[in-house]
Each structure stands twice: as C-alpha cells, then as structure tokens.
C-alpha cells in the first residue's frame, strides 16, 4: 500500500473480527517496522508488550472499562517505555557509529537525562507516540486496522503486566480485521422495499 493511502485510510477502529488471528511472521514484520522509529539519541526506549493471552487480555479489558476491542482484536500492543533506557548500557546504541561520534554522544546522554525526571517522560511518550504511529501505518499498509487507547487505568494494567518501576505505559493498540459493515444485500434495496 502507498504511505499516502495508508495515512488517509487509517481510522481508530472499535470492532475487530474475535476469531482473527495475526500470525507470528505478520506480527514479526509488523515489529520490524515498529523498531524503525527515530529516538532520542538513538536509545529506542520503547518496549512493545505484546497481549496475545486471552486470560490477560479479559483481565486489562476490565481494566478498560470494557472495551471489546481489548479482547476482539487480533493482538493487543501495550506501548511501553524506559525511563532510564538513556543510562543502561549507552555505548550499544552507538556500536556501530563511528568510535569519534559515539564517544560524544554517549557522553551527552548522562548530563542531558540525570536528574530531569520530567524530560525523562516526555521523552518517553514522543519514543511511544512516534512508535504507535509506525504501528498503526504498518498495521494498515498489511490490511488491518488499529485503535489507540487511552481509555483504561494506567495502574491495573502496569500491575497485570508486571511493569518494572523504572517504565511507564503510554497507551495501547488494538490491531485487527475490522468489523461493522452490513453486507450489500442487507442495505441496498431495488426499486423498491418488499
């Protein structure tokens, strides 16, 4: 699918097929694209909880005030981040670069982070934000559609997924085959009703 067509026809969608399933190379395709997301300073703080555990995912429902596309769509993203991702291990994100640049910039990310909690999570919801967009277009350029949701409570599903304490959740994504649409037959009428 064209990127234009993928941003004009992408639609928070709130009924999905229940006996859907995405299979484990279209979501692993679907990850791939997740993870071509830009970051800060390249620390990809994102982390992606993949909810395919029907158990579970009835559990965050509840905590959702109910929303059936929780448990209807073919896979639940719980966007997740690192709040302190700028400080683990710093020197993978830049192996690759040149040993001049990364020195540098690896050497920037302590005294830009340390300390500032605020920028610590903001930085976190524009790495979810970023990401979540990635998904959703990647979701509907593959054929299925997606729904953000903020509509749950932050705690209850941080305890159901056993978040560690130095992450946060941004939101979730429902992604599937939609549903909703009555057949032709059923709304089309000839010349006149029977």
């Given at each position: 699918m064209d990127t234009f067509d993928a941003i004009y026809q992408r639609r928070a969608v709130k009924h999905y097929d229940p006996e859907h399933e995405l299979t484990?190379?279209?979501?692993?395709?679907?990850?791939?694209?997740?993870?071509?997301?830009?970051?800060?300073?390249?620390?990809?703080?994102?982390r992606f909880v993949l909810v395919r555990n029907k158990d579970l995912r009835t559990k965050i429902r509840a905590a959702a005030v109910d929303q059936a596309q929780v448990t209807d769509a073919s896979l639940l993203i719980i966007m997740t981040a690192d709040l302190k991702a700028w400080k683990k291990e710093p020197a993978r994100y830049w192996r690759d670069a040149p040993?001049?640049?990364?020195?540098?910039?690896?050497?920037?990310?302590g005294p830009f982070y340390e300390g500032k909690n605020e920028l610590q999570r903001d930085e976190a919801m524009r790495s979810c934000g970023l990401a979540g967009q990635t998904i959703m277009l990647a979701a509907k350029a593959m054929g299925y559609d997606s729904c953000p949701m903020i509509g749950f409570d932050p705690l209850q599903v941080a305890?159901?997924?056993?978040?560690?304490?130095?992450?946060?959740?941004?939101?979730?994504?429902?992604?599937?085959?939609?549903?909703?649409?009555?057949?032709?037959?059923?709304?089309?009428?000839?010349?006149q009703f029977n």
């Open positions: 484990d190379d279209e979501i692993q395709k679907l990850m791939e694209a997740a993870i071509q997301t830009p970051s800060s300073f390249n620390i990809q703080n994102w040993s001049d640049v990364a020195e540098i910039l690896v050497n920037w990310m305890e159901l997924i056993n978040l560690p304490d130095d992450h946060v959740i941004g939101f979730m994504i429902a992604v599937g085959n939609a549903t909703g649409q009555l057949p032709l037959e059923e709304v089309i009428i000839h010349n």
